[in-house]
């Protein structure tokens, strides 16, 4: 079975047009190619998410040792 056929039988089966699976085939390529560099971005925003939380947490524990004004 070839690359056409085989997208000729998808159009026939599900009714989608064929515009429509070569997007779907661009998206799955670019996600594909693309998955290591979206793991490290992931990654690297997992990383600021955590030095920000235990950047905050200094923050906190740091006033409350200040004394309430009254």
Do not use: C
Request: charged share 25%; no cysteine; glycine share 2%.
């Amino acid at each position: 079975m070839n690359y056409r056929t085989l997208i000729n039988d998808f159009v026939n089966l599900y009714h989608i047009s064929k515009s429509k699976i070569a997007y779907l085939l661009q998206i799955g390529s670019i996600i594909f190619v693309n998955k290591e560099q979206i793991e490290i971005e992931i990654q690297k925003q997992v990383s600021k998410i955590i030095n920000i939380k235990q950047h905050m947490e200094k923050l906190s524990s740091f006033q409350d040792k200040r004394p309430i004004p009254q």
